[in-house]
Every structure is written in C-alpha cells, then in structure tokens.
C-alpha cells in the first residue's frame, strides 16, 4: 500500500507516524511544502519572546528522524500543485522549480490554514504560522532593536504574541475589531484577560480595527477603523486563518458550507480512498453541527484516525471537537470548553448559567488562588460549556468539563465527581465539585437565580455582606442586612415584591435566598454576586442604570 500524505506539522506527521506503527510494509511519502516537516506551531510565541531559546526546540521531527525510526519518505520544499483522483496521482513542484508525478493507493489531505492577512505584508509586517516566521520576526526585533509594536488580533496567537514582545521589551498596542478580547470566552471573561494585558503594559485598544498597513519612513504606518494612526516597528497580524482547501476544490472534492473539507465520521472525504485531517477539515462541533476548530490536539487525533482507517478499522475519534483550549497571558490563565453564552443565544436553545469563584487548592494552605468559573447547562442538565479564569489550575477544572462534556455528562456528575484532593492541590469540594452543586441547587428548585443583566431598575437588591464589605461597592439602591441578622431583620423587607439577594460571589446570597424562602418570601438570589456583577457592568452587559 502507497500513502501520500500532503502536509505535515500536526494531522499530516501524526499519520504518517502511525501509519508505520501499524503497517510495517506500506510506502509512506510525506510532501511539505515548507522547510520543517512537524514543529511546534503553539510555541511559536514563546520563541519569539525569548521563553524557548533554541529554533531547534520548536523542531519535533525533522525529516531524517522520521525516515530513520519510522521509514517515512518526508520531502520538503515540495509542494503538491495538483490531484488527479481519477488517476490516484498527485503533481509536485519542488522549490527549485522541477516538477513530476507522484501515484497513490491513498491520499491524506493535511493542508492547514493559512494566516489572514488582507494582502498587508512587507518589512516589519509578520504572521506566525511556521518557523521561519518566528524566527524572522524575532530577527527583525533584535536587529532593528523594535520599541514599539502591533499586534493586530486578541485571540490566542494575538494574545500570547503581546505578552512575549514585552517580555522582549516591546512596547505592544493589542487592537482587536470585536468588542473583546478572546472570542472564544463570553464578554464578562474576556475581561479579565484584558485586564491582566492592560496590567503588564499592553495597550489593549478593544472595538478598534486595522484599515491600512503600509511602510512608511520611520517603520510600520497603520491606520485604525476609528480613524486614527500610528507608525510601528514591528506589525504582527493575529487575525485569524482560513482552510486551505483550494487543492480539494480543484480536485473535486467536497467543500462543507463553513468552507472547510467535508469528511464523514471515518475522516473520508466525497472520493474514494481520500482522507482528510487538520485545519483545514470541517468537524462536528459542541453544538452537533459543522465548523472549523484549528486546534492542535483535534489535529493530532484526527491524523490517528486517518491512520487506523486507512488500515482496516472505523476509528470516529477526531470528528467531533468540543474546542477545549486554554491561553496563558503574564499571571492569568483562562480556559474554555463548549459553547459560549453568545453562541447559545444565537441558536435560540434555552440554557441557564451560575458563576462561582472558587479557590486553587485549600484556602488554609498557603498560595491558594481564586478563579472566576462560569458554567453552562441545559434544563436537563447537560452540561453545554463552561469557561475561567485564574491565576492557577483553571484548565484542569476546563479539562474536567471537558471529559464530562465527552462522555455526555450532566451538572449532577460534575457534582458527584470523585477528584484527587490534598491541601496543596485542591480542595474537598473541587470547584468543579462546587459548579455541579450551584447547578443542581438550580435544577431542583432550591433556588432561583438571576443575572446581573436581568436585574432591573426598580427591583428590589438585599446585600447580605457585611457593612465594611457593602461600603466599599454596592448596587445602587439595595439595602444592606448582614447575612448573621437576617433572621433578625426579617421585618424590614417586603414581603409583596421579589427580592434579588447578593453577596460577594454568591453563596451567601444563596444561603439567605434559603433563608427568605423558608419564612415565605419571594427571594432569587444573584449568581456570582456583586463581584459578577461588577465585572458585566465593566463589560457593558448591564443596563439597567443601577
């Protein structure tokens, strides 16, 4: 058997290793088009700011590794320019310009997705998708001794790129087109992302977009959506990519409507003996239906998958992605899993949501760090996605979730999930533990809660925190009763009004919900309490005036 695979890096390498493990006497030629056959796209970043030292440490297999321990046949510099599926043949163009036919038994599509860049480039205007683009941009750093640059795009790549070239000593202006940062996190999370840049000296312009890079005298000149202009040493465009598919059309092969290759369940494609894997593949999302998720660890399994098909077996496993990821900016992780709010509110599916700050480990043993966690849920329970963020230990609870999430979970799960616990590593009740127990409060009646978006002008708010707590910022117009009095105070609230209790973050507004309800009154309690609530006024979600 002859395997052609087109493309390395994550699904095309991957395949390709697999492949050997379990068919010794196949004939397995990979075509690379660039210099490297597998490197470390995710740590592109990393090198640029100095956190990866060696070009050779983004290297995870070079072509004479992969012909030495696996006999893989790897040429790079070799682009695949055409498929002849009638004839099971591809054409290659070599660098130096040579060209020739190359026949298959099957045929692996692992072209990637390509940077968008608007047709901007030249001196000082960068993209970071291979090697040679982090290293010409931290070339270009040291050697024009850059003080001052753009990164154009807030989500991961944009994101990880600004926080390296401080590192590097850059002045960074971060300028996304979105309302937010990190579009995979709901408007209130992002924020906190934001914050952290802003707190390290990133110039986060949200709302504001790139209309025009060109070069100018002095550097980089760029003009902004809001009409303003700046002049930069470095330009580094983080806008996102888009599949390549353009060798699949020309070949006849089906093109998903999110623009993506389509492939079934087994990573087929609409011809016969055509596999596909990667960015440039359109998989089943959290949602059940088709999009594009260029995530690294998806394309990786995908690439195993293809590899066990082409040998006889039915493996689904790469088809359905849930987008776990997580981004790491100076001091504060944040992870996702899922669908957002944004998304469900598009879909028009009913869902609820609780928020919860819970701390790293054991608050008693020392270092322990509190996160900001928002989950997810349907009114059956399933869980629909959660996301967070935190100094420590934010995606092992999104890693959690996500396992959950795969294997169909619900919140009463993640309420009874047995996880490893000791003072310095979580604690009794994990916060994945406490997500599903707010849940199931909310599922079973228990309580009811409302957002900081739904709380209205004339509503009447009881802050059950203390009066140091209450003086240091409050909702406007509530009432503050310590949560210790109520019981004792219970006179002075109405009884012919629903009352919108809050806290700090919530579980004393839960217990004095509780509280009211037992002694008769209309009482919802306001989830993630008035720290939520601030932060979703910071990102413009509340309305109401208060």
């Not at 790079?76 to 054409?91: F, H, L, P, Q």
């Not at 092992?396 to 009874?416: P, Y």
Request: hydrophobic share 40%; net charge neutral.
């Amino acid at each position: 058997m002859k395997v052609v695979i087109i493309g390395g890096v994550a699904g095309g390498a991957s395949c390709a290793t697999r492949l050997r493990r379990l068919d010794e006497s196949a004939q397995i030629i990979v075509f690379e088009r660039g210099d490297h056959v597998s490197y470390a796209n995710c740590g592109l970043p990393y090198y640029v700011g100095g956190k990866i030292e060696r070009e050779e440490s983004l290297t995870v297999a070079s072509p004479g590794f992969l012909r030495a321990r696996f006999g893989i046949d790897v040429r790079v510099r070799s682009e695949v320019v055409g498929i002849d599926t009638a004839n099971k043949t591809v054409r290659v163009r070599e660098r130096e310009g040579r060209e020739y036919e190359e026949s298959y038994d099957k045929l692996v599509l692992a072209p990637g997705a390509a940077a968008k860049t608007f047709g901007w480039s030249g001196e000082g205007v960068f993209v970071l998708r291979d090697v040679n683009d982090a290293v010409g941009l931290a070339s270009h750093i040291g050697s024009k001794s850059v003080k001052k640059a753009l990164v154009a795009g807030g989500g991961f790549i944009g994101v990880e790129t600004a926080e390296n070239l401080v590192r590097r000593g850059v002045a960074v202006t971060l300028a996304e087109f979105a309302p937010q940062v990190m579009p995979p996190l709901d408007p209130e999370m992002a924020l906190l992302v934001a914050d952290e840049l802003a707190k390290n000296g990133v110039a986060v312009r949200t709302g504001v977009g790139v209309s025009s890079v060109t070069a100018g005298k002095d550097g980089v000149d760029v003009t902004f959506t809001d009409g303003s202009a700046d002049t930069f040493g470095a330009v580094v465009l983080a806008l996102g990519v888009t599949p390549e598919t353009s060798l699949a059309k020309a070949a006849g092969i089906a093109i998903a409507p999110d623009g993506g290759i389509a492939v079934d369940e087994c990573m087929r494609t609409s011809v016969v003996d055509v596999y596909a894997a990667g960015d440039a593949v359109s998989v089943t999302g959290a949602d059940g239906g088709e999009t594009l998720v260029p995530l690294a660890g998806p394309a990786n399994r995908q690439g195993r998958s293809v590899a066990d098909n082409i040998c006889g077996g039915s493996s689904s496993n790469g088809k359905r992605v849930l987008g776990a990821s997580v981004v790491r900016a100076f001091g504060l992780t944040a992870a996702s899993v899922g669908r957002n709010e944004k998304q469900l509110k598009k879909s028009g599916e009913r869902f609820f949501k609780v928020y919860a700050f819970p701390f790293s480990h054991a608050t008693y043993y020392p270092g322990a760090a509190q996160m900001a966690l928002k989950l997810l849920f349907a009114p059956d329970g399933r869980v629909l996605g959660a996301q967070g963020a935190g100094a420590e230990s934010v995606e092992k609870q999104m890693d959690v979730i996500s396992a959950a999430m795969k294997f169909g979970g619900s919140v009463r799960d993640l309420a009874e999930m047995e996880l490893c616990y000791a003072p310095p590593f979580n604690s009794a009740k994990s916060p994945v533990n406490m997500l599903g127990f707010i849940a199931c409060n909310v599922l079973d009646g228990l309580v009811r809660t409302v957002s900081a978006e739904d709380v209205g002008e004339e509503d009447f708010v009881l802050d059950v925190r203390t009066p140091q707590e209450f003086a240091a910022g409050h909702i406007a117009d509530s009432v503050n009763i310590p949560l210790d009095e109520l019981r004792e105070r219970l006179g002075e609230l109405p009884r012919d009004t629903k009352i919108t209790v809050t806290c700090a973050v919530g579980l004393r507004g839960y217990i004095a919900a509780r509280v009211l309800a037992g002694h008769g009154f209309d009482a919802v309690n306001l989830t993630g309490g008035f720290r939520m609530y601030s932060m979703m006024k910071r990102a413009g979600l509340v309305k109401n005036g208060r």
